[in-house]
Structure formats: structure tokens, C-alpha cells
């Protein structure tokens, strides 16, 4: 069985694709076999909502009268910090990005109350911001100040452009202190009291598709509630990571930067998040359809969450201190069971990445091909595979000598 | 009959220095439990407590402390989740050390159970999205 993303278009525009879910093609493989499911589906939606701090936005302010440059100056939004080294009115807001004023961890663990990723939802919200610039002035761009309400409407380009998302499999965080931790991986108990995980598994994106067979740059996908791309393979994207016999990564393995219009996007699908003790980031949704073009591509897909297994590391010394050991593996299947078994004591566990919005993701995306409302994309490049040869590379610290 | 009852007391600046759980121990015959107390001399003072004992004596403690003039509410109220932040992450969950932040094995929904919360408000920081408020 084989086919074409034309063909499987050319269904979507009749109103004639079956599409199913990441979820419902599981129980549907199990009852028909693979065969029988790869002559019937002809895509598998996928889904997560997670945090992902490699996320942020540029905007281009429009020109004020008289113009001021903002490249090279300040310029805030609702106080937390854009980056301004780019042309005269074109900024970049990261999601971690903190107010000045942000008392951080001086008093840990720090609240982190407000940050990029929220200035972001309050955007796609559609809320005023304030936007306060300061500028050195030029003879072509004079005024060195302004202070205005800005709202996402008035900008001419507002775009979601993150650099890393959809990390293929993540760390289990446990903590072996006596101390509890506040980590980017949420609060963790001390002596084994919790153990965080964040990943959609069956339903994640990359995990269904481990190859990178048919997701690649060009590729259409759900992006914060709306349309958005994939724009690159995302930062530290590694192919070569332990996998399973089914091909399926028992490490953080490839990413994606994604790029889309944020005016078109839904703040529910893209929510500023606290980190206590850490920082501020954005939870983003992201959902991909998989073209169900060969046998081998929907076996990938009916993946399961009993059989895909992360790592279980220690945050309080193993991961601050770069140690690559790991205290065992544990399957998504169990994760979810609420109680993982970490050097033979029951753990409770807790999860990051909300599945139920990755089900909603999933089905969303489901209902716009099944209207025909979303084509799919024939990438225009792959993203780079295990053939690639990637390395992973730490910071080797040369010491400068004065 | 023996109750037992989560309650708020607000304690207006004027009652701060008064020794009304003391009162309320002796004169009405009721077992309790400090959940959380916040008391600086000149400003409103709050007490939760768990209280236990008869009906009649909880009856009449309730109005003791009343006749004072502290203000009571019950707990339910007090640790509110805002429906339209919560994502269901359930990175709540394992923190949570009374269970009242449940996942739900079939839905994978977080269910919060209002009669375990003993607003000891560990999830309100914890929350990422925030959705866990504390109404006083």
C-alpha cells in the first residue's frame, strides 16, 4: 500500500479522508491490523500542549511620527524586555523574557509572576500593551523616547517563530536531595517525593513519526489554535539517541522550530506559565498531521504509551552538573499510572504537558482536514535523520588569559 | 452526634489580643486543629482550624465566636481553581499533600476535590498557568 500527499488531498478537498487520531488509531491497528488500517486512514493527527521555553514572537511596531529607531535602543512591552538589535521597529520578545524590576531568585524561590510568554497571551488575546522605547536618535529616526498602548492589530507582522518545540521524548525529573527543588521540570519533592515527565507520548508528534519520514520543513501544522509551519529542525535537534526496536528515541532526540501569523492564533492554545523558582516561559500547542503513506509510517503511528520510555534523572546533582547517568527508564504507560518505581520506591508522578489538551489538539486538527479546511504539505527539505551524524555538543570553556 | 468542620476565622485588629481559642477549647468542649494561622498584633488576624466534637457544642462555639465578633466562612470556598487557566497539566498532583488535585485515569482530567483542600496553598506557586487562587 502506498500513497501520494496529492491523492490524500485530493480526498480531504472531496470531503472523503479518513482521519483518526495519534489516540484512536492504537485500538483501531489492534482490531484490524496494520494492513487492513493503512488501506483505510489516510492521516493520523498528533498533539501537545507543554511548556517550551525556545519559544517568542517578532513584531514589526509600524513607524511613529517622528520616527524613532528602535534598533539598538530599549524597548519594552508591558515592562518585560524585547530585543531590539535588528532594524529600526522590528523586535524579538523571548517567553522567558523577565521585567527589570523581576526580584528573580533573591528571595527563592522566586514567583515569576509575569514574563514574555504572558505579554504574548495577552497579545493574541487581544489586550493593549504598553510599549515603552528609549533611543539614541539619529538625523533620519530624531525622537529618543516614546511611551505608547500598542495592541496586536496595529502591528504590521506579528509572528510566533520558536526555536525549539516538540521535543521527541523528555526527561523523567526526579530529586535524590533532602532539599525540595524548583527546577524548570516544576517542584520536586525531595527524597524521590515526585517525579515530573512532559510529553504527550502516544499522542506527541515526533514520537509518532520517529524517523522524520514525513515531517520536515515546509510541513503545516497546528500552531498555538492556528496554521503555522515548520520552519527548521528545532535547536539541539539529535537523531542519535538510544531507540527502541521500534525506532522510537528513550532520550530527548529531534525538535522543530515552528513559525506562524499570531494574529491567527488563540490564547488558550498559547499560555504564559510561572516556573516557580525557575522563570517564566509559554505553554504552546502544537498538533501535526501524519500522511499515512506507506504501512511503515502508520505501524509508527500506532506507537503506545507502554511502549515508549524516558529517562529518570536526578535534578538536584546528575542534571545541574551535566552527569550523563540516568536511574533507570520508565514507559509513558506507567507515568500515567500515577506511580513509577525509582530504586525500589514508589514515586508519584506528575506531568507537565497536559494530555487532555493534546487530545483536544489532536481532534481539532482532526475536524479541520475532515472539513477540509487544512491541506497537507509535502516537505520542501527533510529534516536531518540519524544519517546526519549529529552530534550533541556540551561547551567545552577555553579559558581566556588576559 | 460528633462532627468535625473546617472553618475560617477572620479576626478583626480589636479580638488579636484576646484569648478566644482558648475560650473555645475550654467553655465549649471542642477539639482542633490548627491548618493555618496568621496573627500580627493591629491587623486582622486569620485562623483555619478543623473543629471537633458534639453537634451542640459545635452549635454553640460557632455562635460564641460569633457573639465576639470573629467572622466565619467555610473552607470550600477559600482554595479556587480559575476553569478558564487550568490546562489539566497535573503538575499539582504529586505535591498536592492531601490528594484533594486528582487525576482522573480515564478523562486524565484534574479533578480538585474541595473537601480535602486544607488550603495549605503549596499548589498556588506550584500551578504554571496560575489557575489555583486563594479567595479570603
Known amino acids: 500500500m502506498t500513497r501520494t500527499i496529492a491523492e490524500i488531498n485530493e480526498k480531504i478537498r472531496k470531503g472523503q479522508a479518513v482521519v483518526v487520531t495519534a489516540e484512536e488509531v492504537i485500538d483501531l491497528v489492534e482490531k484490524e491490523g496494520v494492513e487492513k488500517a493503512a488501506q483505510r486512514v489516510d492521516v493520523v493527527t498528533t498533539g501537545t500542549f507543554g511548556p517550551m521555553c525556545s519559544s517568542g514572537a517578532y513584531f514589526n511596531l509600524g513607524h511613529s511620527k517622528p520616527r524613532i529607531k528602535i534598533g539598538g535602543g530599549r524597548a519594552y512591552l508591558n515592562d518585560v524586555p524585547a530585543y531590539t538589535g535588528i532594524a529600526a521597529v522590528d523586535i524579538f520578545l523571548g517567553a522567558t523574557a523577565l521585567p527589570d524590576d523581576d526580584p528573580r531568585n533573591r528571595i527563592h524561590p522566586g514567583a515569576f509572576n509575569y514574563g514574555g510568554g504572558h505579554v504574548i497571551e495577552e497579545l493574541v488575546a487581544g489586550k493593549d500593551v504598553r510599549l515603552a522605547v528609549s533611543a539614541y536618535g539619529t538625523d533620519c529616526y530624531p525622537r529618543k523616547r516614546m511611551e505608547t498602548w500598542t495592541n496586536i492589530k496595529d502591528m504590521n507582522e506579528a509572528v510566533l517563530f520558536n526555536i525549539r518545540n516538540a521535543y521527541q521524548n523528555y526527561n523523567v525529573a526526579v530529586n535524590l536531595s533532602d532539599k525540595t527543588l524548583y527546577t524548570y521540570m516544576g517542584v520536586l519533592k525531595p527524597n524521590l517525593g515526585s517525579a515530573n515527565y512532559s510529553s504527550a507520548g502516544q499522542l506527541s508528534p515526533l514520537l509518532n513519526d520517529p524517523y522524520y519520514r514525513t515531517i520536515g520543513i515546509g510541513t503545516r501544522i497546528f500552531l498555538g489554535g492556528g496554521i503555522g509551519y515548520v520552519a527548521w529542525h528545532g535547536t539541539q535537534h539529535n537523531p542519535n539517541v538510544p531507540r527502541s526496536d521500534k525506532g522510537v528515541p528513550t532520550r530527548g532526540a529531534g525538535t522543530l522550530t515552528v513559525i506562524g501569523d499570531l494574529k491567527q492564533m488563540k490564547p488558550q492554545w498559547l499560555v504564559g506559565a510561572s516556573m516557580v523558582g525557575y522563570g517564566c516561559t509559554l505553554t504552546v500547542g502544537i498538533g501535526i498531521p501524519i500522511p499515512i503513506l506507506s504501512e511503515e509510517i502508520l505501524r509508527y503511528t500506532a506507537v503506545r504509551d507502554e511502549e515508549i520510555f524516558a529517562p529518570i534523572v536526578d535534578y538536584a546533582e546528575a542534571y545541574p552538573q551535566r552527569s550523563p547517568e540516568i536511574l533507570g527508564e520508565a514507559s509513558y504507560g506507567e507515568l500515567k499510572s500515577g506511580r513509577i518505581i525509582v530504586q525500589e520506591k514508589e514515586v508519584l508522578t506528575a506531568s507537565l504537558s497536559s494530555y487532555p489538551k493534546a487530545v483536544e489538539i489532536a481532534n481539532t486538527l482532526k475536524e479541520w482536514i475532515v472539513r477540509g479546511d487544512f491541506l497537507l504539505t509535502e516537505p520542501v527539505a527533510s529534516l536531518p535523520g540519524v544519517e546526519a551524524g549529529i552530534t550533541f555538543k556540551p561547551l567545552k570553556e577555553r579559558p581566556i588569559e588576559e | ?136
Open chain 2, 1 to 136: 452526634m460528633a462532627i468535625s468542620r473546617r472553618v475560617v476565622l477572620h479576626f478583626p485588629p480589636r479580638l488579636v489580643d484576646q484569648p478566644i481559642i482558648y475560650q473555645l477549647v475550654k467553655e465549649h468542649n471542642l477539639v482542633l486543629n490548627i491548618l493555618k494561622a496568621s496573627v500580627t498584633p493591629n491587623e486582622e488576624g486569620l485562623l483555619i482550624l478543623e473543629l471537633s466534637g458534639a453537634q451542640k457544642d459545635y452549635d454553640q462555639g460557632i455562635r460564641y465566636l460569633q457573639e465576639v465578633g470573629v467572622r466565619i466562612q467555610s473552607l470550600g470556598q477559600n482554595i479556587v481553581r480559575n476553569e478558564t487557566r487550568c490546562t489539566h497539566c497535573g503538575a499539582c498532583i504529586a505535591i498536592c499533600p492531601t490528594g484533594a488535585l486528582a487525576l482522573d485515569p480515564k478523562t486524565r482530567l484534574v479533578n480538585f476535590l474541595e473537601d480535602r483542600c486544607t488550603a495549605c496553598e503549596i499548589c498556588v506557586l506550584a500551578c504554571p498557568p496560575r489557575a489555583m487562587e486563594v479567595h479570603f
